[in-house]
């Protein structure tokens, strides 16, 4: 089992290690001489001033753009693995602490948004099992498709419309108080129930038609109980690991909900940084996101492998 | 599938009105401006109305539709192709190759898809070709891991062995025998990407990314019309609907196909596409 | 993923907390334009002074663009290269320590060796502390424009003791002005200033400012309406009449930018032919674009500086739209229409990809608008939207670009036009070259008689405007929205975004 753990976690760390790697590679191949990029898209933006050679000398003095390629990254990578990420070219600030600012953001709307999607999902699953309809079926299928293919730079300013202008209950920005936290995890969560409702669903059907069900009806079981105590159980197994895929997701949609709703979080850091060419804290952003998505991978296969003996079993003969 | 039930009536009137707008507006000029009619509301003269340059918003709809199409289509023809070769060399060469490629899937699910376009739209330009090349890049995964994953439970099975016994080469397997088994696995995949292509590129299009001015596409659109929400809602309303139902659609012909078969069976890990 | 967690944990305790409700009741809250990523003044110079009005320049500029005195308060031009500035007396800056030549001295130097833009516009090769109140500074050539450039924001003065972060980025500036810092969260993107009880000028009436940085007008124009913020710059500029209508003061400006339209090169392309160019200019309706694309947010001109500015040559007149004339301009030049109306000129057509970026929200609605307005004159249009910078390594020589150039980063007339249309001129990559404009440039540079030079600076926009190397299409308009309650608010155009004005007074 340590052994897998391990090969797992290396495996990750690989992802990351790659992941940095090709995202350094790539804005480095960026078109123009990078110290001349920064220097226009971080200074000077489109004010019409002179660019002299010297600027752009001293701005690659500055960043360290002289040196190959592979010594930039290997500085950057060696003094990422002590926690430091380098200095923000726009802000001047360590990028470290910044991230941490932006996470603290985004995690905490991520957090939110995963479990209210969640509670929606077995809401809804646990409705249409309830009360089994052809209506209750459609509704359910209606509802769950439609709120995937609800665009959520179209919904989001719906919602703004409605909730913050029309009925003053809610803030229309910022991310200052619990209000404000309102409407974008609602964007979020809305996005994720489709997929999650369906799969679980779909996971519900499988698991209602396993022989031990029979059983416990023949035994006579509460039909109830039978679907929540013997069937939800087996049916979360599957949603497990597509938890984790929902996580590069989530942050993808991150990136347009803290654009609509002016949230300082991870999305809007990476976009930032991308457009002022701000190297180090893209790159950053880059990794921790990356890394976040590699531990979360990590962490759905650990818990499938604790909870579901077949695999266990599966991976012992492989 | 005998009789129609209520539900599909309804799906098949949507796509009626929507194909029947759609090859209306198709007559129409998407970037014939008069500036003096910018902004109008939905009238006779302009049953959608008209944008912030005076441009026929339903001739932009229609447009915008085989645009979106068009480019779903592109990037559904390179991740299937690309998925279904790689998937089934991972597979067939197993050891080091299968590792390696499974590695180079792992790396490329571990950036969110826009992530990866605002990447290569930094290099190339915020064009088209990033776009195609961005959900490519991602969207081939999928194929691959169901293509791979069935090779490996079709190899040890009866008729694979005795074809390879037969002396049938590698390639002629695959080929002949295989991928028949595989095709009809990932056509539900395809509806599904075909849905989530759409959405992603106008959430791409409404971060700037993808197709460029005046070049009507309904993410774009939405995005140019969210400065004039409050003096003209149907810029972003009739193409919000329209995103909307075109999405809802694929996605319910998703649900009626065979979608569900394959996130049980393809193992290790199903493939649904990171949307 | 724990560390996620817990910072999580902690925000969400921080975001529980009642916050300084107290303090706001009585401030000013202001949308800001971008986002607040530093408030280092050689970085952004326009927040510190213009909007927060924290520092203050040694010299300043009125409505008109002429110049006022700041900090200094009177100049001299001892030769060439040398000036001696005489600062104002009792100026405290908000540590409470006095203004002295030297410590001015000391915060120049440090913007010069920090800003490529200071020491671009400044030209200062030296500076000197005569005594507390002189100071003396040397040009690294011949630059009668030295007191107008110090009007550029970043090179405000600050105290030497303002905290800086160990790069030497200015983490709060500790400034002259009548508003001070008081709380800084770059996490949240906002800062607050209050009034700064030791300014030498008038008292402000307002007591404190919140800013929050909102770069999405949408999102400004709602925030707005929902009540949560009083002020703000650069909504859609659709919103402006809704806005008016529900009682808000609305105040359109025209500020010291230019939508200007510039091709690759002048040089063996079609554009060489000032025919063609002046036929394009003719087919562009200029009222059109002002009134349906602008929506007013900016005035029609051809000519490099708006009429509003005391530099400007107020003869030059932009002439109406006239396809006709266009057309016939076209046709001397050798063009006719060929397949699809398309004017072609020995089997090559007359159009191009037409490049602009996305942060000045005219752009692309203007470039809209041309695309169908050349369509017009059978000279197809295909626009490209990409970022300032990625333009000038993309555009090839038949290709052009539409940009909102800044036409005074500081109010002199020499700024933009040496840069536009001197044939060595910074941006003048399209390569104008008109050796009288040249000559007048440098006439106007070196003499020390103002009706010379002011003749001279004439003769160079009138040059611009009869030959059109680049086309100006409009002056660009900001808006500024106040919530009702909000009054005595004058818009200064010397502003680079939006101004605040230190006599505003606030009802509640």
Known sequence: ??????????????????????????????????????????????????????????????????????????????????????????????????????????????????????????????????FPSPMATRGFELLAVGSIALPSFFLGVVLIILFALRLDWLPVSGFESWAHVVLPVTVLALGQFGF?????????????????????????????????????????????????????????????????????????????????????AFLGAIGVVALAVALANLAADLALTRLDPRIRLKRGAA | MSALRRSDWLLLAITALFALTIAYGLTLDPIDASLRNSLRAPGLDFPFGTDHLGRDVLARIAHGFLRDVGLSLTIIALSFATGIAMGMLAAELAGAVDRALTFVMDLLTSLPQIVIALILAANLGGGELALILALSLTGWVQYARIARATVFSLRERGFVTSARLAGGSRLYVLRRHILPHLLPLLSGLVALQFGHNILNIAALGFLGIGVQPPAPEWGAMIA???????????????????????????????????????????????????? | ??????????????????????????????????????????????????KAMVTETLVTGRPDFTLAPGLALSWRRNSDTLWTFTLRPGVKFHDGSPLTASAAAASLTAALQRSGAVRSYTKIAALAARDDQTLEITTSEPFPALPAALVYASAAIVSPASPRAPNGTIERPVGTGPFKVTAWQPAAQSFTVERFDGYWGERPSIPAITFRGIPDPTTRSLELQKGSVDFTADVPYGDLD?????????????????????????????????????????AIDREEIAQYVLFGMGRPGIAPFPDSMDFADKSITAPKADLAAARKLLTEAGYAPGA??????????????????????????????????????????????????????????????????????????????????????????????????????????????????????????????????CLTIAHYGVNVVMRPGITDYAFNPIAHDYMLDPKMTLAR
Not at chain 1, 88 to 104: A, F, N, Q, Y
Not at chain 1, 203 to 208: D, F, K, P
Not at chain 2, 247 to 272: H, K
């Open chain 1, 1 to 130: 089992m340590a052994a897998y753990v391990a090969q797992r976690l290396a495996l990750a760390l690989a992802t990351v290690l790659a992941a940095t790697f090709l995202t350094y590679v790539l804005l480095r191949l960026v078109p123009g001489e990078p110290a001349q990029v920064i220097l226009t898209r971080v200074f000077l933006q489109d004010q019409t001033a002179a660019v002299s050679q010297q600027d752009v000398a001293a701005i690659a003095g500055r960043f360290g753009l002289d040196a190959p390629l592979i010594v930039q990254y290997g500085r950057w990578l060696a003094g990422a693995v002590t926690g430091d990420l380098g200095t923000s070219i726009r802000t001047g600030r360590p990028v470290t602490l910044e991230l941490g600012w932006r996470l603290s953001a985004t995690g905490l709307i991520a957090l939110l948004a995963t479990l209210a999607s969640l509670m929606l999902t077995f809401a809804a699953v646990a409705l249409k099992r309830s």
């Open chain 1, 196 to 280: 999650n409702a369906i799969l679980l669903d779909d996971a519900m059907t499988e698991a209602l038609a396993a022989p031990h069900i029979a059983t416990a009806r023949a035994k006579g079981l509460d039909e109830r109980a039978i679907l929540f105590r013997h069937a939800l159980p087996n049916a979360i197994l599957p949603l497990i690991p597509y938890l984790a895929l929902q996580f590069a997701f989530l942050i993808g949609g991150v990136v347009i909900v803290e654009r609509l709703f002016a949230i300082p979080g991870l999305g809007a850091y990476l976009t930032d940084a991308l457009d002022s060419h701000d190297g180090p």
């Open chain 2, 224 to 275: 140019e019309a969210r400065p004039y929400f409050s003096r003209a809602p149907w810029l972003a309303i009739v193409p919000g609907l329209y995103l909307f139902a075109m999405t809802m659609v694929a996605l319910m012909l998703t649900r009626r196909s065979s979608f569900r078969q394959e996130l049980t069976t393809a193992d290790p890990q199903p493939g649904p596409a990171t949307p």
């Open chain 3, 1 to 50: 993923m724990a560390r996620v967690l817990f910072s999580s944990l902690v925000l969400a305790l921080c975001l529980a907390a009642p916050g300084q409700a107290a303090d706001r009741q009585s401030a000013l809250r202001v949308a800001e334009i971008w986002e607040i990523a530093t408030l280092d003044p050689t970085q952004d110079g326009t927040l510190m002074k213009e």
């Open chain 3, 242 to 282: 809704t806005l008016a209508g529900k009682g808000f003061t609305v105040s359109r400006n025209v500020t010291a930018r230019n939508y200007v339209l510039n091709f690759g090169s002048l040089k063996d392309t079609p554009f060489a032919d000032i025919r063609v160019r002046k036929a394009l200019s003719l």
């Open chain 3, 340 to 469: 699809g109306g398309i004017m072609t000129k020995e089997g090559k057509p007359l159009g191009f990809t037409l490049y602009t970026y996305a942060q000045r929200p005219g752009l692309m609605p203007i470039a809209g608008a041309l695309q169908s307005q050349l369509r017009k004159l059978g000279v197809p249009v295909e626009i490209k939207v990409t970022t300032f910078a990625a333009i000038e390594k993309e555009m090839k020589p038949g290709d052009a670009r539409l940009a909102a150039l800044a036409s005074a980063m500081y109010p002199h007339p020499d700024f933009y036009l040496r840069q536009v249309y001197h044939s060595k001129g910074a941006i003048n990559a399209w390569g104008y070259a008109n050796p009288k404009v040249d000559d007048a440039l440098a006439v106007a540079i070196t003499t020390r008689d103002e009706t010379e030079r002011k003749a001279a600076y004439d003769l160079v926009q009138r040059i611009a405007a009869d030959e059109e190397p």
